[in-house]
């Protein structure tokens, strides 16, 4: 199976072509295997696809995209390779599955060889992402050409010195008429000509290059195109052409691997040229420490030095140094004086005038200037020269907004590896066999390093050092809590960043270790500060100005883990880490509770301790929002429970936290996170001794485990009925009776559930609990729908129909209209079954029930084929498995099936 990017998108099976769908679908699949083996969020899926004007349900036909990319790639032979992560879609295959990942995988290991080069070239077929428009694809397109010119040029190169000028000046001069403005095209094609015995036409052609160059862009031929020029006039053998200027970058790292959008990215900026030829083009590649900026931006500049032939500058600027070691402005433009070769005595003493003449040595030179590891703008704007053909790369911890505001920089911020990048880091590091061999470990060995280049780096060079050791026994010390950083040698990387704050963004750093979550909201950071909103996010705004902290969009930021622990180690009162532990707990209880009551208006909440000064409720009024705030806090919440349970002073929040929880895990059928909460509830109540909490938590977890661990459930049902009936808990047992007789059905005993149903009515009666007695009518009716007793099943449900409108609740009553929806299926009553589905429908979506909506969209469609609709069965289906995909249920393939059928 091959999937194809360069040229018309294509998925090939066995080399024959299948259809992979409309452009829409094909824009979709194209970003998955551009970014292959890295996690694409959804909002850059949606961003690099529909752009600035999306359709108003684009999130919808992106999981249909999705779905059907999947079952493209299965046809072809690859099932299961779109994999749904936690942050978004990654397309899991090979690098030789894609012809751009085999087109790099080949050039990486040409070494000159013309075979392999040619073999790379004739991977394109024409334009890259053909048909295909957008930024994005443009973007994508302009790096993809930018990289065949590349290997044309190594291609030519490597046959001229095997003596082979079979079809070279001919490949050359489709290139130099498709590049007009490409220097390093003209110069190999001058070489080539001239090696071929045309030095006449090489003359011509050095002509019509200038002539463009002058006419287009306003600029004269470069120092390597006009002393080339002058060897043909003298008919002088064609030799490089000595540098001019200095050499001055570092050497590039060996293993270099990935970060191909970040590449493409810096090589945009020799594209900018054209834009504005009399403006000079600026990088700033920022990220926070141990991400490897500098690596990147050297291993760049090596790529690109032969595009400046007048002098490649490099200068680390100590930004972030010991102590005061950073390099004053005198200091650096000294630096570059001399390696510009200007003697002594022509140096002024007065530092300004030493600029001025560092512009004028640089004025017309085409040159890179790298300025690496920069504090600050302030440090970085007098290096600036003046001159329209070179081109600066700054480095820099912090973001350099100004560079960008006030003088056009081009940003190019840098995170973390993916896992992919992180696996071929390690392989390509540890080359004697352990890393291969050990698949599993490795993946420990780069969740522990956080994915962090520098840190991977650190366990790559112990490994090398230490053979002996298997890879496995690397990870011991990264498991040990506390051990990571000592272990990763990372403590005095952080320590430059963090001694470099202000003391309001030193505090609230030290904070942010002290909730140790890694995402966190504005609303949070305010309420564990204790200080407004507005004050939170200008001090956030310098903690994501050093790259301490990152920005996402709705205001979320996120700590790398490493900076995260790192942060947890740093000096802080216990008072005062006590006090923002508990703003940071009250924070999300009441906000959470605000959002319960907005899913269930008819309930009342346990009354709350007020909150403390400081802590920031946020306002939550609607169900949508409150779906919304649940869904973007999940993950915290659970943390937050589970480290409320295990910190002494904290166990108060658990019940409540999970109580308000409740509602959202069950409306969405997230089962396995439910068990989590109620477990940890579980263990909080034995600790407390608290019986009622502790039947509550045991009714609960088996409720979360009934579809799934049956026999684990049963046993926690019985549980709850016994604590409820010691704590003379009427209410509580018509529940658990209830409930239990829904684990019966699932294994088909139905007479059996039918008897608990019974029970939970008689218990429910005698509690005098309309609620738990409109509950236990509808499952007194649906057990006798599947026993076949379909009249008298009806009403009861409709009893529960009833009382349940009496009650509001909507929830209750869409689930007895559903019952009777099935009753009239079954009795072959088809528009009454669909009337009476169409209605509890409308209900669990005015509640925002989805998984309840997905069961009754499935029996409608069951209603409307056997009412001879196929068409609205399939829509029906459709939706349905829609819904289930988006909520990770495999349901989603039986519902899915029938629409095959």
């Known amino acids: 199976m091959e999937v194809r990017i360069l040229g018309p998108i294509e998925v090939r099976s066995s080399g024959n072509p299948i259809d992979a769908g409309p452009s829409r679908q094909l824009a979709v699949l194209a970003v998955l295997a551009v970014e292959a083996g890295r996690t694409v969020s959804p909002d850059a899926l949606l961003d690099r696809v529909w752009g600035d004007n999306p359709p108003r349900r684009v999130r919808h036909n992106l999981h249909v995209y999705i779905s059907r990319i999947r079952q493209v790639l299965a046809a072809a032979g690859a099932p299961g390779t779109v994999v749904r992560g936690p942050g978004g879609y990654s397309l899991d295959l090979p690098a030789e599955a894609i012809d751009a990942g085999r087109f790099r995988d080949l050039v990486s290991r040409a070494d000159g060889s013309p075979?392999?080069?040619?073999?790379?070239?004739?991977?394109?077929?024409?334009?890259?992402?053909?048909?295909?428009?957008?930024?994005?694809?443009?973007?994508?397109?302009?790096?993809?050409?930018?990289?065949?010119?590349?290997?044309?040029?190594?291609?030519?190169?490597?046959?001229?010195?095997?003596?082979?000028?079979?079809?070279?000046?001919?490949?050359?001069?489709?290139?130099?008429?498709?590049?007009?403005?490409?220097?390093?095209?003209?110069?190999?094609?001058?070489?080539?000509?001239?090696?071929?015995?045309?030095?006449?036409?090489?003359?011509?052609?050095?002509?019509?290059?200038?002539?463009?160059?002058?006419?287009?862009?306003?600029?004269?031929?470069?120092?390597?195109?006009?002393?080339?020029?002058?060897?043909?006039?003298?008919?002088?053998?064609?030799?490089?052409?000595?540098?001019?200027?200095?050499?001055?970058l570092p050497p590039d790292a060996y293993g270099f691997i990935g970060r191909e959008p970040h590449l493409a990215r810096l090589d945009e900026t020799l594209t900018r040229v054209a834009d504005q030829p009399t403006a000079m083009p600026i990088c700033v590649v920022t990220g926070p420490p141990g991400v490897g900026k500098t690596t990147l931006a050297v291993h760049w500049a090596h790529r690109v030095r032969d595009r400046f032939p007048d002098g490649q500058l490099y200068l680390d600027l100590r930004g972030f140094g010991p102590g005061s070691s950073a390099l004053t402005t005198g200091q650096a433009v000294r630096r570059f004086l001399d390696a510009l070769g200007v003697a002594s005595r022509r140096v002024p003493a007065d530092v300004d005038a030493q600029l001025d003449l560092y512009r004028s040595e640089m004025a017309g030179r085409r040159a890179l200037v790298l300025l690496d590891n920069a504090h600050d703008v302030e440090q970085v704007r007098p290096l600036l020269p003046g001159s329209s053909g070179t081109v600066v790369v700054v480095t820099s911890r912090r973001r350099l907004t100004g560079l960008v505001a006030a003088d056009g920089a081009w940003p190019v911020p840098v995170d973390v590896f993916s896992d992919a990048e992180s696996r071929q880091f390690l392989l390509r590091r540890i080359d004697d066999g352990r890393a291969d061999a050990d698949p599993v470990a490795v993946a420990e060995l780069t969740a522990r390093c956080g994915r962090l280049p520098l840190a991977l780096a650190m366990v790559a060079a112990r490994a090398v050092l230490e053979p002996s050791f298997s890879i496995a026994e690397l990870t011991t010390d990264l498991a040990r809590p506390g051990e990571r950083l000592d272990a990763l040698d990372l403590r005095s990387v952080f320590a430059r960043s963090y001694a470099a704050l202000d003391p309001a963004a030193a505090r609230l750093f030290t904070l942010l270790g002290a909730w140790s979550e890694p995402?966190?909201?504005?609303?949070?950071?305010?309420?564990?500060?204790?200080?407004?909103?507005?004050?939170?996010?200008?001090?956030?705004?310098?903690?994501?100005?050093?790259?301490?902290?990152?920005?996402?969009?709705?205001?979320?930021?996120?700590?790398?883990?490493?900076?995260?622990?790192?942060?947890?180690?740093?000096?802080?009162?216990?008072?005062?880490?006590?006090?923002?532990?508990?703003?940071?707990?009250?924070?999300?209880?009441?906000?959470?509770?605000?959002?319960?009551?907005?899913?269930?208006?008819?309930?009342?909440?346990?009354?709350?301790?007020?909150?403390?000064?400081?802590?920031?409720?946020?306002?939550?009024?609607?169900?949508?929002?409150?779906?919304?705030?649940?869904?973007?806090?999940?993950?915290?919440?659970?943390?937050?429970?589970?480290?409320?349970?295990?910190?002494?002073?904290?166990?108060?929040?658990?019940?409540?936290?999970?109580?308000?929880?409740?509602?959202?895990?069950?409306?969405?059928?997230?089962?396995?996170?439910?068990?989590?909460?109620?477990?940890?509830?579980?263990?909080?109540?034995?600790?407390?001794?608290?019986?009622?909490?502790?039947?509550?938590?045991?009714?609960?977890?088996?409720?979360?485990?009934?579809?799934?661990?049956?026999?684990?459930?049963?046993?926690?049902?019985?549980?709850?009925?016994?604590?409820?009936?010691?704590?003379?808990?009427?209410?509580?047992?018509?529940?658990?009776?209830?409930?239990?007789?829904?684990?019966?059905?699932?294994?088909?005993?139905?007479?059996?559930?039918?008897?608990?149903?019974?029970?939970?009515?008689?218990?429910?009666?005698?509690?005098?609990?309309?609620?738990?007695?409109?509950?236990?009518?509808?499952?007194?009716?649906?057990?006798?729908?599947?026993?076949?007793?379909?009249?008298g099943a009806v009403d009861f449900c409709e009893r529960a129909v009833e009382l349940h409108r009496r009650l509001g609740s909507r929830a209750g009553e869409a689930a007895a209209l559903d019952s009777i929806g099935f009753a009239y299926h079954r009795q072959g009553r088809q528009p009454d079954a669909i009337r009476y589905y169409e209605q509890s429908l409308a209900l669990f979506r005015a509640v925002g029930a989805r998984l309840d909506e997905a069961e009754v969209l499935d029996h409608l469609g069951d209603a409307h084929v056997a009412a001879g609709s196929t068409e609205a069965a399939r829509a029906a289906w459709r939706e349905a498995a829609t819904i289930l995909d988006s909520l990770g249920q495999d349901w989603a393939e039986v519902v899915r099936a029938k629409i095959t059928d």
Request: net charge negative; proline share 5%; with cysteine.
């Open 115 to 248: 075979d392999l080069l040619g073999e790379a070239l004739e991977l394109f077929r024409g334009e890259p992402l053909a048909g295909l428009t957008g930024e994005w694809a443009a973007r994508e397109r302009e790096a993809w050409q930018r990289r065949y010119v590349e290997a044309s040029l190594q291609w030519a190169a490597a046959k001229q010195q095997a003596g082979d000028m079979s079809g070279v000046v001919e490949s050359l001069l489709r290139l130099s008429a498709a590049h007009p403005y490409d220097e390093a095209v003209a110069a190999r094609l001058l070489r080539v000509l001239n090696a071929s015995g045309q030095r006449a036409r090489a003359l011509d052609h050095y002509q019509v290059v200038r002539t463009t160059l002058a006419e287009e862009l306003g600029t004269e031929p470069g120092a390597e195109l006009r002393q080339l020029h002058q060897q043909l006039l003298r008919d002088e053998p064609a030799a490089p052409a000595p540098r001019r200027g200095p050499a001055l």
């Open 519 to 791: 995402e966190i909201t504005l609303a949070a950071v305010a309420s564990v500060a204790g200080e407004p909103e507005a004050e939170a996010r200008r001090t956030l705004g310098r903690l994501g100005e050093a790259h301490l902290v990152a920005e996402r969009p709705r205001s979320r930021w996120v700590l790398h883990d490493l900076l995260l622990e790192y942060a947890g180690e740093l000096p802080l009162a216990d008072e005062d880490r006590r006090a923002a532990l508990h703003r940071g707990f009250q924070h999300l209880l009441h906000t959470a509770v605000a959002a319960d009551l907005a899913l269930n208006p008819h309930i009342e909440p346990a009354p709350l301790v007020p909150a403390r000064a400081g802590v920031v409720v946020e306002p939550i009024a609607t169900k949508n929002e409150a779906f919304d705030w649940f869904n973007r806090e999940l993950t915290g919440l659970l943390t937050a429970i589970e480290r409320g349970e295990r910190t002494p002073g904290f166990t108060e929040y658990v019940p409540p936290l999970a109580e308000a929880l409740c509602t959202f895990l069950h409306r969405n059928g997230y089962w396995t996170e439910q068990a989590r909460v109620q477990m940890a509830v579980l263990r909080t109540a034995r600790r407390l001794g608290e019986p009622a909490l502790e039947a509550r938590a045991h009714l609960r977890l088996a409720h979360a485990l009934t579809t799934g661990r049956d026999g684990e459930a049963e046993e926690h049902y019985l549980a709850a009925i016994d604590l409820y009936r010691g704590c003379g808990d009427i209410d509580g047992q018509a529940q658990a009776h209830r409930h239990l007789g829904w684990l019966y059905e699932t294994r088909e005993r139905y007479a059996e559930a039918l008897d608990q149903a019974e029970r939970a009515l008689e218990l429910a009666s005698a509690a005098g609990s309309d609620r738990s007695l409109a509950e236990a009518l509808n499952s007194v009716g649906w057990h006798n729908l599947l026993l076949g007793r379909l009249s």
